[in-house]
């Protein structure tokens, strides 16, 4: 069976491990702040962030002090976020890269590559 693509899978990881960290609360069920800021200075691509979970975890990750590379197929709705991004960061610059996940394998490959390039 073939696997998901990379950019996916990171950003579900991502989102995953954010979730854990943001969700751990006391014994009473209150949800307690993590004040550790573990993605602080840390590249965090995400997909799909032009609007709802991808949205919300790339603020929650540039309020962390993150630095940022926020992609979807909708350049108008990611430069808005990336703007939220900046002023919830205290002026990082988030990254834009636009691209679709469906785009053929060897272009995703190319992908991945800007990213990397993006935060050199």
Request: glycine fraction near 10%.
């Amino acid at each position: 069976s073939a696997l998901p693509p990379l950019p996916l899978v990171v950003a579900f990881a991502i989102g995953l491990a954010v979730a854990l960290v943001a969700s751990r609360g006391s014994s009473k069920g209150h949800v307690r702040r993590n004040t550790e800021k573990k993605f602080k200075g840390k590249v965090v691509w995400i997909t799909g962030a032009s609007s709802g979970i991808g949205k919300h975890l790339a603020l929650a990750c540039a309020r962390e002090g993150s630095k940022l590379i926020l992609s979807s197929r909708k350049e108008a709705e990611l430069a808005k976020v990336a703007e939220e991004c900046r002023a919830a960061s205290g002026g990082q610059e988030a990254k834009v890269l636009v691209f679709d996940l469906l785009e053929d394998p060897a272009r995703l490959l190319a992908r991945g590559k800007q990213a990397e390039a993006l935060w050199d």
